[in-house]
C-alpha cells in the first residue's frame, strides 16, 4: 500500500478527451488541451475521469490515453489519471499501467451499474490499493448508480492505507467537512461539483476539481486564493462570473451535455475543443449561436 501524503491542492481541471467529427480519439488534439490548461495555471490535472469520457474508451485507448496525458503534463502539476472501471481486473490493470508510465495517482470510481454492496466495494479499493499507487476514491453515486462511499468507509480505506483522497460528487457539500473531521491532514479531499465550490473549499476541501475547469481556469484560481487567505468579500466577487458560466450550463441541461457546452464555450473563444464519442452530440449550429447570445450578454 502506498502511504505518503500526496500533498494535492488547489484548482484541478477534469480534463476533456477530444475526439474527431468522426469518432475516432484525437491524442494529438487531446495533449495540446492538457497543456493549456497547465499554461493557464492550473494546479494539476484529472484526465480520463467523467468529463474525460472514460465511459466510452476501450482498454487499448484508456492505456494510450494515460501515456499522452503523462507526456504532455511532462511532471509540471500532478497528474491524476482515471483508472477506474466496472471490474476490479481492468481496474488494477490500468492502475498498474498508470503507475508504470509515470502518473501521480489513480482515480478510482466506485463500481457502477450492477450496484454491488458495501462489502464488494470495499473489496474492490482494497485490491486496487494492493497497486501501491496513491488512490483517489471517485464518489458519485448518481452516475455509477451505487449507493455513496460513507464517510466512515472512506475513514477506514484511508486507516487501511488504501485510500490517499476522495473527490467528492454529491449534491450536497456537508461531507467535506465530516470527511476532514474523520481523516488527517493526509487525505486528500476534493470538491467534484459545479454548483457549490466557494462553500466546499471554505468547508475544508483542499482542491476543486470540474469539468467546469476545462474553461475557466482563471476565474478559478481567482476565488482559490481569496479563499486560500480567507478574504470572503473577494471569494464571492470571484464565484461571479464562475456561477454565470454554471448557469449557461444549467440552460442547455436536457437538450445537450455539460461537455458539449464546455466545448462549445472553448470554440467561441477561438480554442479547438474537440467532439464528444457517440451517443453525446455537440452543439448544434442554432445552440452554438444562442450559446454566443447568452455569453456576449
Known amino acids: 500500500m502506498a502511504t505518503v501524503n500526496p500533498g494535492w491542492a488547489g484548482v484541478y481541471p477534469a480534463a476533456l478527451t477530444?475526439?474527431?467529427?468522426?469518432?475516432?480519439?484525437?491524442?494529438d488534439s487531446t495533449a495540446g488541451h492538457l497543456d493549456w490548461l497547465v499554461e493557464q495555471g492550473a494546479h494539476g490535472l484529472i484526465v480520463g475521469g467523467t468529463s474525460g469520457e472514460f465511459v466510452g474508451l476501450?482498454?487499448?485507448?484508456?492505456?494510450?490515453?494515460?501515456?499522452?496525458?503523462?507526456d504532455a503534463v511532462a511532471g509540471r502539476v500532478p497528474l491524476i489519471?482515471?483508472?477506474?472501471?466496472?471490474?476490479?481486473?481492468?481496474?488494477?490493470?490500468?492502475?498498474?499501467?498508470?503507475?508504470?508510465?509515470?502518473?501521480?495517482?489513480?482515480?478510482?470510481?466506485?463500481?457502477?451499474?450492477?450496484r454491488p454492496n458495501r462489502q464488494e466495494v470495499l473489496r474492490?479499493?482494497?485490491?486496487?490499493?494492493?497497486?501501491?499507487?496513491?488512490?483517489?476514491?471517485?464518489?458519485?453515486?448518481?452516475?455509477?448508480?451505487?449507493?455513496p462511499v460513507s464517510v466512515a468507509d472512506l475513514a477506514l480505506l484511508h486507516a487501511e492505507g488504501v485510500a490517499h483522497a476522495v473527490k467528492s460528487t454529491l449534491p450536497t457539500v456537508n461531507?467535506?467537512?465530516?470527511?476532514?473531521?474523520?481523516?488527517?491532514?493526509?487525505?486528500?479531499?476534493?470538491y467534484g461539483g459545479i454548483t457549490s465550490p466557494l462553500e466546499g473549499i471554505a468547508g475544508g476541501a483542499h482542491a476543486w476539481v470540474s469539468g467546469l475547469l476545462n474553461v475557466i481556469v482563471p476565474e478559478a484560481l481567482q476565488l482559490w486564493d481569496a479563499l486560500a487567505v480567507s478574504d470572503l468579500p473577494r471569494a464571492r466577487a470571484a464565484w461571479q462570473p464562475?456561477?454565470?458560466?454554471?448557469?449557461l450550463v444549467a440552460h442547455?441541461?436536457?437538450?445537450?451535455?455539460?461537455?458539449?457546452?464546455?466545448?462549445?464555450?472553448?470554440?467561441?473563444?477561438?480554442?479547438?475543443?474537440?467532439?464528444?464519442?457517440?451517443?453525446?452530440?455537440?452543439?448544434?449550429?442554432?445552440?452554438?449561436?444562442?450559446?454566443?447570445?447568452?455569453?456576449?450578454?
Open 175 to 190: 461531507q467535506i467537512h465530516e470527511i476532514r473531521s474523520a481523516t488527517d491532514e493526509s487525505f486528500r479531499v476534493f
Open 58 to 70: 476501450n482498454m487499448s485507448e484508456h492505456h494510450r490515453l494515460i501515456e499522452v496525458a503523462v
Open 242 to 247: 464562475i456561477q454565470d458560466v454554471a448557469r
Open 81 to 114: 489519471v482515471g483508472s477506474g472501471r466496472y471490474t476490479t481486473a481492468e481496474s488494477v490493470a490500468l492502475t498498474e499501467h498508470a503507475q508504470r508510465t509515470g502518473a501521480d495517482g489513480a482515480l478510482v470510481v466506485q463500481p457502477y451499474f450492477q
Open 124 to 147: 474492490h479499493y482494497r485490491t486496487v490499493g494492493l497497486v501501491g499507487m496513491p488512490l483517489m476514491v471517485y464518489n458519485i453515486p448518481a452516475n455509477s448508480a451505487s449507493d
Open 252 to 297: 442547455f441541461r436536457g437538450e445537450a451535455s455539460d461537455l458539449a457546452v464546455y466545448r462549445g464555450i472553448l470554440t467561441l473563444k477561438g480554442r479547438h475543443a474537440g467532439s464528444s464519442r457517440a451517443p453525446l452530440l455537440d452543439l448544434t449550429p442554432e445552440q452554438l449561436r444562442r450559446l454566443e447570445v447568452a455569453m456576449a450578454s
Open 18 to 27: 477530444h475526439f474527431t467529427p468522426d469518432g475516432e480519439l484525437d491524442y
